[in-house]
């Protein structure tokens, strides 16, 4: 079952990641190599630099890393490179040494490890941390390993390692992507270390989603509401004009699928909400969304489960 689940990798993976093919087909390429023995031990089962600009799937794909790798979404420790940005934060990371401030309390990264060492470790906008953290990841990614401000060593052979980063995203503007692709690592090479990217096992660029991939991040993220309804006992159903709605007032193709994210909020979630407050819907009745005489409210009909008969609400 084990091996027949990372045979079929990419397309779990694609039921949560819409539009970046490339990316879910190089990352199942690196677990595979570990799982099947043929990567070296000691080190982590993959390390990645995922590149590319906001909102494109990047967070989200390591997210579905953790759920396929672990069976649990929270299996992944997400440090903001923002906040390592200077030269004594590194202490943060593995802990401070013996007679310093925070000796008791370890560090943020090797104790997240000590207590889950099956794990993927998100180093999110990795160019905006300081050059002492890059020395810490360059012997994750030789050793496996890591010594802590207390001495005690945090085996980090069980986690994927995944750097996110933003440089040279102005260039992501879904034209041709071999073009776009070398500016991306030219814009990289010029700002980190080359020994830190000869040690990671692939740099991934994500594209940028077209008004198709968001349609498909729509279905998605509906299947999800669907689910959260099915716990009340109700059904969700949105008919075409609804979709297509929502996908007009959140297609941006700059900012990728978060406007699209807004947009459901505002425009289901929030009013849907309030009905469900109020009672307005009862077990076993069907939630039937359409849009309204204005493409920017929707209307939300009360569809009996087994009659049939339908009540719009205001």
Known sequence: AEMQKLVHMEERLQERVVGQEEAVRAVSNAVRRARSGLQDPNRPIGSFLFAGPTGVGKTELARALAEFLFDDESAMVRLDMSEYMEKHSVARLIGAPPGYVGYDEGGQLTEAVRRRPYSVILFDEIEKAHRDVFNVLLQVLDDGRLTDGQGRTVDFRNTVVILTSNLGSQHIAGGDHDEERKRVTDAIRAELRPELLNRIDEVVVFHSLGREELARIVEIQLRRLGKLLAEKQLKLELTERARLAVGKAGYDPVYGARPLK????????????????????????????????????LTFTRVDGSAGQAATLH
């Open 262 to 297: 807004r947009a459901l909020q505002r425009m289901v979630l929030d009013p849907l909400a309030i009905k469900v407050l109020q009672g307005d819907f009862r077990p076993g009745e069907i939630v039937r969304v359409d849009a309204g005489p204005s493409d920017d409210v």
